[in-house]
């Protein structure tokens, strides 16, 4: 089959070429840190996937502990203090 064969969903009218699909892989690799120094030499795309998934579990565990952080900041100052005020605004 050719490479630029293309697919189809389900429902028959969303259709993306191999070519796209090897294109949105190699985007996804230049975004994800671990990969990224490998721009000269291509990764499957299974681990470019694989990869994506762990950097994502990784971002949700950063975002958990910064928002822990920010809870027990936020209990140990006065709440009508500027410091307070200060980081109200900015997480509203």
Do not use: F, W
Not at 83 to 89: G, M, Q, T, V
């Amino acid at each position: 089959m050719s490479s630029r064969r293309s697919r189809q969903s389900s429902s028959g009218t969303s259709r993306i070429s191999d070519d796209q699909i090897i294109e949105l892989v190699s985007k996804l690799q230049q975004l994800l840190p671990e990969l990224r120094s490998r721009r000269s030499s291509k990764a499957s795309a299974s681990k470019v996937l694989q990869e994506t998934c762990n950097y994502i579990r990784s971002l949700h565990r950063e975002v958990d502990d910064l928002s822990e952080r920010l809870s027990q900041l936020l209990s140990t100052i006065d709440a009508d203090s500027p410091e307070a005020a200060i980081i109200r605004s900015l997480i509203t």
